[in-house]
């Protein structure tokens, strides 16, 4: 329950400081599903979404790019508790953004999010947390349960290009897009081959005179339907709720098979990719210079395009792919280390992400902070020698909001233990002589350069970080709390 304590020194009152059971930290997907399953699964908690931005939505608010979208299909991206019932499977980014506002709205949770609300540190002292907000008052809260993902939102991974102040043209990142930029008729350079370049390239040929996708090396592209044929009908004939939970199923066995394929056979799996691309693009066209990666599938997550969209604006000539280095800018483009040049009005420099822990929240236990490289990740989302805390890092195979319900239930079961058996404390204990090991095995540049800032994952269970939907679905959904590493005081 709500409560507040405070303390008097004479006859002063110090202010009174607000207490709730449990705090997420983030109004994202991760979070508002987060809040969904506290309410349904514990009412009686008090608990606050602080978000340190001014709307609902994390990423797919903070995103407004041309066609920006998911990339993973929306009966797995989708909640487990709130079918997706629009027919396209590979949604556009405002299609997103109001999915997630209307689950916050349908269940009253739009009531408990408290904007502006940017968490700074915690400090765990006295068996409750108390939260340092920019500009507030403190809060204090017996949970802490943080859900906002791992993407730096104020700052973008931008490399350093030599000359970059000479361009005379607009030089935008993606993650910053500028509100109304109007590219008609321009000639457009986007630096970048994940998925947020592919994404752009296709969506710009709209207005763009031409688009020219500039990646130092190839990716993998796949060319998905954006409509699941088999999903729709199983909806009209089971119903919105049954037919989702069908093709949530059906799409993990999917993508768990690819994975698995990709990981044990992928010269099999390198062919049958080459092989869609080959299907899609003009004749002749240089597929082994363009679309030919050095890492096996799956080493790095696989791009997918909605109904083939980038190859269709290939073969119209709308769009181009130049497999390059960037020796410099010049006034007028890019030139490239081949010796060629790249007429370009703007350039768009899609070149990643930087990681951030829980927000770049500062962590102290009992006076000492917490170094996250010094403490292993329980079942990838508690941190060993941490009390009451919960963390939310979902799948880098498979998509986020599979882990994330997990997660959240795993959480409810915790705090329903807690609760009938008194429990005020649950740390996970690091056992001594746990072989250490980066806590996401995926080679994506954006990973790798921010590993070093993230707690370690252990070489086995349960301080490993699951990668299979259908193994945690076991583990923590079903699996038993008293495994030797929970300790409940």
Known sequence: MRDSHCSRAGDATIQAV???????????????????????????????????????????????????????????????FKPWTDEKSLADGPSILEYVRETAREAGIDQYVRYG??????????????????????????FLYVCGGYYRYDQAYLPSFDDAEAFTGEIIHPQFWPEDFDYTGKRVVVIGSGATAVTIVPAMTDKAAHVTMLQRSPTYILSLPSKDKLGNALRRWLGNRRGYQVTRWKNVAVSTLVYQLSQRFPKLMRRLIRKGVLAQVPAGYPVDTHFNPTYGPWDQRLCLVPDGDLFRAISRDKASIVTDRVERFTPTGVALASGEHLDADVIITATGLNLQAFGGLALTVDGAPVHLPDHLA??????????????????????????????????????????????????????????????????????????????QAGAEAPWRLGMSYAQDVVTLRHGKLDDGALRFS
Request: a negative charge; aromatic letters at 10%; hydrophobic letters at 40%.
């Open 18 to 80: 607000e207490h709730l059971d449990v705090v997420i930290v983030g109004a994202g997907l991760s979070g508002i599903g987060a809040a969904h399953h506290l309410q349904d699964r514990l009412p009686g908690l008090s608990y606050a979404i602080l978000e340190g931005r001014e709307a609902i939505g994390g990423t797919w608010d903070l995103f407004r790019y041309p066609g920006v979208r998911s990339d993973s299909d929306m009966q797995t991206l989708g909640y487990r």
């Open 117 to 142: 609300h940017q968490v700074r540190g915690a400090a765990w002292a006295d068996g409750r947390w108390t939260l340092d907000i920019e500009g507030r008052e403190p809060i204090t809260t017996s």
């Open 378 to 455: 329980y079942k990838g989302m508690m941190l060993s020698d941490v009390p009451n805390f919960v963390f939310t890092i979902g799948y880098t195979n498979a998509s986020w909001t599979l882990k994330a319900d997990l997660v959240a239930e795993f959480t409810c079961r915790i705090l329903a233990h807690m609760g009938q058996h008194g429990s005020t404390t649950v740390v996970a204990h690091d056992a001594a002589g746990v072989e250490r090991a980066p806590l996401l095995d995926f080679e994506a540049g954006y990973v790798q350069r921010s590993l070093h800032l993230f707690p």
